[in-house]
């Protein structure tokens, strides 16, 4: 994956993503977001991502990190963050060394069950409606899927182990991931 852009610059312009998570409300979570990308922070913006982060960390990631968990409760903010950051690794960022010719790249969104992972989608699709520049990437939404001009797919799934299989995935934001059911139906709540 290789930005076209930087993270930083597309929260900050409201043609990019500068409309979705801006104010003073979204501040935390464009830390965690730049952290998550690598990018370097600010003075002020490594002392929040000291204190969310419980301090353990005395810098932010240097690189993009592979994997990343978020402790959010309700009400936090989760899926329109997890739509900024799918809409910026479908949108603004080049995967075409990690796709073969023909192929198609899925940004993917995995919820607890198909309403939740909907809520996802239509936050992503509504960030790239809402931006003059990645408005112009949108072919069509087909169901759960947002097909992009560019070879990308940002799609939602519900957690079932049967249907993630056979996709290749540029990224994947697998939310709620403690009310995920197992095998037997049970969840991992408790």
Sequence with gaps: MKPKTSL??????PNLLGSVIGGESWATWRVVLLATKGEQLTAEELETFKLVTGGRRMQAPASRVEEALYLIGRRGGKDRAASVLAAYIAGLCDHSDALSAGERGV????????RQATVTLDYCEAVFRGSPV????????????LRLKNGIDVEVRAASFRRLRGLTCVGVIASECAYWASDDGSTNAR
């Design 107 to 114: 940004v993917l969104c995995i919820a607890p069950d198909q």
């Design 8 to 13: 930083r610059h597309a929260l900050h312009d």
């Design 134 to 145: 990645l408005a112009r990437l949108v072919q069509e939404r087909i169901a759960d899927i």
